[in-house]
T-cell receptor
């Protein structure tokens, strides 16, 4: 079967660092994606990992361990505008479809 | 650059009425196209995907259908809407590996 787990909600303080974890079990693996989705809006692409290790992109970094079926998204220097849902998605299977987790709702407080 | 359009942005339809949602992509040729639905508080569910004109794959049994009459046009339809069809409908196209989403259509079936 295919399963993606991430925490439902998290709260963090403006200026701080937060780590959002994602664990997955999929048949086949061709990459892990993180998307940001503000309330009422479409998801926007943040990052892509296909090899083990850390990918850094500005304030956002994403880590992957394929052997552990584990990823995290690290957000530094949090800003109020970072309050959003963060979706973990895995591409796998014979047709390279994306399987999404239910998302982690991050609330950044002053 | 590539852009993806969806319309309408919002829609309120009575149970039993038909549905037609349209998605068009600009700036790319022969894209893979996807229809997702996001119910309130739920993750993204893949409904259909298409790798070319007239080629549609359905992911879940339902009373929805999809068509791709032109290379960059993807249509989601229903002959008779159910209450359970309410949700946020997102069209996406895939680049090298990541998927990019349109602005979405929020459908409320009453």
């Amino acid at each position: 079967g295919q399963n993606i787990d991430q925490p439902t909600e998290m709260t963090a303080t403006e200026g701080a660092i937060v780590q959002i974890n994602c664990t997955y079990q999929t048949s086949g693996f061709n990459g892990l994606f993180w998307y940001q989705q503000h309330a009422g809006e479409a998801p926007t692409f943040l990052s892509y990992n296909v090899l083990d290790g850390l990918e850094e992109k500005g304030r956002f970094s994403s880590f992957l361990s394929r052997s552990k079926g584990y990823s995290y998204l690290l957000l530094k220097e949090l800003q109020m505008k970072d309050s959003a849902s963060y979706l973990c998605a895995v591409m796998g299977g014979a047709t390279n479809k994306l399987i999404f987790g239910t998302g982690t709702l991050l609330a950044v407080q002053p | 650059s590539q852009t993806i359009h969806q319309w309408p942005a919002t829609l309120v339809q009575p149970v039993g009425s038909p549905l037609s949602l349209e998605c068009t992509v600009e700036g790319t040729s022969n894209p893979n196209l996807y229809w997702y639905r996001q119910a309130a508080g739920r993750g993204l569910q893949l409904l259909f995907y298409s790798v070319g004109i007239g080629q549609i794959s359905s992911e879940v049994p339902q009373n929805l259908s999809a068509s791709r009459p032109q290379d960059r046009q993807f249509i989601l339809s229903s002959k008779k809407l159910l209450l359970s069809d309410s949700g946020f409908y997102l069209c996406a196209w895939s680049g090298a590996y990541e998927q990019y989403f349109g602005p979405g259509t929020r459908l409320t079936v009453t």
